[in-house]
């Protein structure tokens, strides 16, 4: 990303009214002439959930967002006007939780990362996140650089759970945190911010009549403590106090408005953020599967009252279109071909649990052997995954197959708790092309409940090199179609199976659909494929 030095200096001259998370004003980005360019939702058409938006030091815009059980866990986004987004890293570098997560001795498929907290703290020079794991610890991350190197600080232990956590930096300095579901508490960290001081109960959902309430995030503003968070699928609150521990008077921010994606769910949950002089957003998400949680933004603004008001749309919903809030900012394309040419996989990637680090490598393509024996999809280490982009994604995978073993399965899947694949098996000195449907899992012990049926198949020979593709409708409101093609020159692409495979789109998973790039074992470990390029579109 470029930035021109006057752009720089006048998010440096910033001065944060809402800490941790405002910028300053910028006053000739705030006048309607530099701003007469609009933007579209959603801001980001990926599964970017429960957002923490705030400034760092050098007043560019940051998104900490959830990823669950994918490693490495809770990416970053970078923006330098809160609609173009570039991914930068992730705050856990490895999910170091227990065996589970490297898909030994169990596994931990909805667990890991979630609504979750970032902030920079001035006097310290360190970019902190802070989250729940598994319901009962609090893990505590640090780094000078938001990209990294990331090192664990500190875990809270004894069933200290920051369950849908904000923290807040103050004036003075003081570190607390927001959290809770049904009953919200405030705790104070210590000096270093690496444990707990004290913590107290606040406020509880059954003050504003729900039995629920959760996706904290704490803000001060004009001398005032704020909480903002919701009661999940349809409400947003605003919470305001003069202290930290109360009292606490609330108001509705957002209340069951119509999602600007067709066929998406109620905007909710998410961050409050200042563009510039008198310009206020609120950055949420939208549930609109099978893509997943996309976040989508909005203005408010500040009444006499002290609370903000969401800004509608002509129809009273959120709108499809808004103001920009600064000048455009160029970013990279979220779609494209990576062929692996670097010594590491870059920050789009994402492990399916932890992966065996012995058994890939990176360079002049990507080498993928086999690490594990099985024949279920979701016990399998070492799958790859990206992100689907947009309402029609495809994907498509190059791959070098001749170091395969017999009995070995390689493939590209629409990955999730109900996955399909097209898939390359070797079994003896025979190759086929395999389509695979209906691989699922169980809703709350995430145990596999069907390994697939093989609904087509074709003999393969000849080149050792194949393109695999996927090709997906992923609008909520759309089919929910997956369609599967091979190639053999990657120009022209025959397509595999009669029917679709239909998408699912409950929410238990939480995470929506991704590109799966998987190579296991059903004999024997020793085989390999090398994947050459992979392009999304």
Same mark, same amino acid.
């Given at each position: 990303m470029k930035w021109t030095t006057a752009v720089l200096c006048g998010f440096l001259q910033a001065v944060q009214t809402l800490q941790g998370a405002v910028p300053a004003a910028q006053s000739d980005a705030s006048t309607p002439a530099r701003r007469q360019e609009a933007f579209q939702n959603p801001v980001v058409y990926e599964d970017f959930a429960d957002n923490d938006v705030s400034v760092g030091p050098d007043g560019l815009y940051y998104f900490s967002a959830s990823n669950m059980h994918y #490693?490495?866990? =809770?990416?970053?986004l970078r923006s330098g006007d809160l609609v173009n987004w570039e991914l930068v890293g992730h705050s856990v570098p490895s999910l170091n939780f227990g065996e589970r997560y490297n898909l030994t001795n169990g596994k931990a498929y909805r667990g890991g990362t979630w609504a979750s907290t970032m902030r920079y703290r001035e006097s310290t020079g360190l970019w902190y996140w802070i989250g729940c794991v598994d319901f009962w610890y609090t893990y505590i991350y640090t780094a000078e650089d938001v990209t990294g190197p990331w090192t664990r600080a500190s875990v809270l232990e004894g069933g200290t759970c920051y369950y849908d956590c904000g923290l807040l930096i103050d004036d %003075? %300095? &003081?570190?607390y945190v927001a959290y809770g579901s049904t009953n919200v508490s405030v705790a104070q960290l210590s000096d270093d911010g690496f444990s707990q001081v004290k913590t107290e109960g606040v406020f509880n959902a059954a003050d504003v009549g729900q039995e629920g309430i959760e996706g904290n995030r704490m803000y001060k503003k004009d001398g005032l403590y704020y909480v903002l968070n919701d009661h999940p699928g349809d409400i947003t609150y605003m919470w305001k106090s003069e202290t930290p521990w109360g009292p606490w008077e609330s108001k509705v921010l957002v209340d069951a408005v119509e999602s600007p994606i067709p066929g998406g769910g109620v905007p909710h949950q998410g961050s409050l953020i200042q563009a510039s002089t008198g310009d206020w957003y609120y950055m949420s998400f939208t549930w609109a599967y099978p893509s997943g949680r996309i976040p989508v933004l909005a203005p408010v603004e500040w009444g006499e009252d002290g609370f903000p008001t969401f800004v509608p749309d002509e129809a009273g919903g959120w709108g499809a279109s808004y103001q920009m809030?600064?000048? +455009?900012?160029?970013?990279? $394309?979220?779609t494209g071909t990576d062929n692996f040419e670097g010594d590491s996989l870059g920050p789009s990637w994402e492990w399916n649990h932890n992966p065996d680090e012995t058994k890939y490598a990176v360079g002049n393509g990507l &080498?993928? #052997? !086999?690490?594990t024996v099985t024949d279920d999809l979701y016990s =399998? /280490? @070492?799958?790859? &995954?990206?992100?689907?982009?947009? $309402?029609y994604p495809v994907g498509t995978v190059e791959v070098d197959i001749s170091g395969m073993a017999d009995g070995d399965r390689f493939g590209l899947a629409a990955f999730r708790d109900r996955s399909a694949y097209i898939g390359v098996y070797r079994d003896g000195d025979a190759y086929e092309l395999a389509l695979v449907h209906g691989i699922t899992q169980e809703e709350q012990s995430w145990n596999t409940t069907s390994k697939g049926d093989v609904v087509a198949t074709e003999a393969l020979s000849g080149p050792t &090199?194949?393109?695999? /593709? +996927? #090709?997906? %409708? +992923? /609008? +909520? #409101?759309g089919s929910f179609a997956a369609n599967f093609s091979y190639s053999t020159d990657g120009a022209e692409f025959t397509s595999l199976g009669e029917e679709p495979y239909t998408m699912y789109t409950n929410w238990a998973y939480f995470m929506g659909y991704r590109f799966g790039? *998987? @190579? *296991? =074992? !059903?004999? $024997?470990?020793g085989g390999s494929v090398k994947v050459a390029s992979f392009t999304s579109a």
């Open positions: #490693s490495p866990g =809770a990416p970053i %003075d %300095d &003081t570190m809030p600064l000048p +455009a900012q160029p970013v990279p $394309e979220w &080498t993928l #052997s !086999t690490a =399998a /280490r @070492n799958t790859l &995954t990206h992100r689907i982009h947009g $309402e &090199t194949i393109w695999l /593709r +996927a #090709s997906l %409708d +992923a /609008r +909520a #409101s790039i *998987f @190579n *296991f =074992a !059903t004999k $024997e470990l």
